[in-house]
């Protein structure tokens, strides 16, 4: 993700990296950092130790938590949690006005993907729904989802039937890949970085 002119990449369970030069990387914080997200005009990073953002070229805690996934969108940033008892992932809301506060939106659910201008959701059968106002309107007709990424206009999902792709809010598409463990995508100068879960 770019932000003052710097691009940040999260990797799970290996930290948050910046880049420094062409080419090279320099980690500046350490454990499971998953995702990072832009709100109220800073950069936010969901860790297992927390909800952090980049002030004054500092990372300082916002809220405490195991937060797998943010997504900023509807004016407000939205938290998956992972609650330890029962273990189970929730979804949470933070003002758009700064305030540390949570709001509860979804409990039946696994995972939440930015999807265009919209958030999306799984549940515990894997099924794709659409989230409006907090709440689920409806299914998006994708089932085994278990990841998704956005390049420009173009979306993707991760499922267990392999990698789909639409433009803007036209079909979904299975794309040929060579492996399909797909965990996420970053543009970096005038490449397209792709993440896999595998090595082959």
């Known amino acids: 993700m770019r932000f003052q002119g710097k691009t940040y990449l999260a990797v799970p369970w290996n930290g948050l990296y910046e880049s420094v030069a062409q080419g090279e990387w320099e980690r500046v914080r350490e454990g499971n950092v998953e995702s990072l997200a832009l709100f109220n005009g800073t950069l936010h990073a969901g860790t297992s130790r927390g909800l952090y953002r980049k002030q004054d070229g500092r990372w300082e805690p916002v809220l405490a938590g195991n ?98 792709q639409r433009r803007g809010r036209g079909p979904w598409r299975p794309i040929p890949v060579i492996v399909r463990e797909f965990e996420g995508m970053v543009e970096y100068e005038d490449r397209r970085l792709i993440a896999t879960g595998s090595t082959r």
């Open 67 to 164: 937060f797998s996934r943010i997504i900023a969108r509807e004016g407000r940033l939205f938290v998956q949690a992972l609650e330890a008892s029962p273990a189970k992932y929730k979804l949470y809301s933070v003002a758009a006005s700064g305030e540390s506060k949570l709001e509860y939106a979804d409990k039946d659910m696994i995972s939440i993907f930015k999807l265009g201008e919209s958030v999306s959701l799984n549940d515990g059968k894997n099924d794709l729904y659409e989230l409006k106002n907090g709440r689920r309107v409806k299914g998006r007709g994708v089932s085994g989802v278990y990841n998704s990424f956005q390049y420009g206009d173009e979306s993707y999902l991760s499922t267990y039937a392999g990698l789909r």
